[in-house]
């Protein structure tokens, strides 16, 4: 399980090859017109590559935790064969046993090149790919994802072009629930959230009865609860992968959420009751309830 971008690149066959390497990590604008069938096998190589990488929380802008477990079509099995990546790669996991939750739904595009620098090869070309799965609708960024509806995301991608404080106050004024979109430059991968969401939405649903109360959760215990649908093992969601899924279960009107204080960790999540067609919005009798239950929880607990 490769815990280091390197250990992971390591165990791509593809780039173990100078040759091949030498193709994949080259001007790919320019092989576009050169060679175009081999544009093509490029641009599905770095797609599958980017998503496998992401997946397993390698390029998000917090450090990796040893923890996500996700498929990828691309690395290899053979765990007999290590090398000094492979030591790397035991090293690092265990110096970051502490480390905060990495991203596996969406990756920073920003330096996104040099961290696939390989035995002493940038992919030049990388950028271009990034942008051909944009446009494709492969990636969106997160601002415009977690804007929600159409009309917001128009609205997003104005955003992006004004000064940072114009952003702020143009959140501002979307309302309180817009108020948790992070303006930064990670792209989602809409398969990925679409499918954790899912899952996330299976799994509360497996586990919820018929109280008013079991569909109303904190943020971190959403983070905690659903991080084995996402992750596919034990541990805590990050805060963007959380918003991420939350952002797709509203859009799908499965869930909403409210802002319970000034503060954005504060966030009261409610699921849809069962076999509702939709979810009904946060109410003050919702606040009551939920704050009942987690003071006679922590009472519990003590």
């Avoid at 815990?3 to 173990?16: A, D, H, M, Y």
């Avoid at 090859?17 to 001007?27: E, G, I, M, T």
């Avoid at 034990?234 to 963007?240: D, F, I, M, Q, R």
Wanted: glycine share 4%; proline share 3%.
């Amino acid at each position: 399980m490769p815990t280091s971008i390197q250990s992971f690149l390591s165990r791509i066959p593809e780039l173990r090859d100078a040759d091949q390497r030498a193709f994949l990590y080259s001007d790919l604008d320019q092989q576009r017109i050169d060679n175009p069938e081999g544009y093509q096998e490029a641009l599905k190589f770095w797609t599958q590559l980017l998503l496998s990488a992401c997946q397993h929380g390698l390029l998000s802008a917090v450090p990796r935790t040893p923890q996500p477990r996700l498929n990828t079509t691309l690395a290899s099995s053979d765990e007999d064969d290590e090398d000094e990546d492979d030591v790397l790669d035991r090293t690092q996991s265990e110096d970051s046993e502490h480390t905060e939750a990495s991203s596996v739904l969406c990756f920073e595009r920003a330096g996104l090149a040099a961290r696939l620098a390989f035995r002493g090869d940038t992919p030049t070309g990388v950028d271009g790919i990034v942008d051909e799965m944009e446009r494709s609708g492969i990636v969106v960024e997160a601002c415009d994802y977690l804007a929600g509806s159409t009309v917001r995301r128009w609205a997003g991608r104005f955003v992006r072009r004004v000064p940072v404080v114009g952003r702020q106050m143009a959140v501002l004024a979307w309302g309180a629930q817009t108020s948790q979109i992070t303006l930064d430059s990670s792209l989602v991968v809409r398969s990925l959230v679409e499918a954790a969401a899912s899952r996330v939405a299976d799994a509360h649903y497996a586990r919820a009865a018929c109280a008013l109360t079991d569909n109303l959760l904190s943020m971190d215990v959403f983070r905690e609860q659903y991080a084995q649908p996402v992750l596919t093992t034990n541990g805590k969601l990050s805060l963007e992968d959380a918003r991420l899924v939350l952002r797709c279960l509203e859009d799908q009107r499965q869930a909403t959420s409210a802002i319970t204080d000034a503060t954005d960790t504060h966030v009261l999540i409610k699921f849809a009751a069962r076999r509702a067609q939709r979810v009904q919005p946060v109410t003050e009798a919702d606040r009551g309830a939920f704050h009942v239950v987690s003071t006679r929880d922590t009472i519990a607990r003590q």
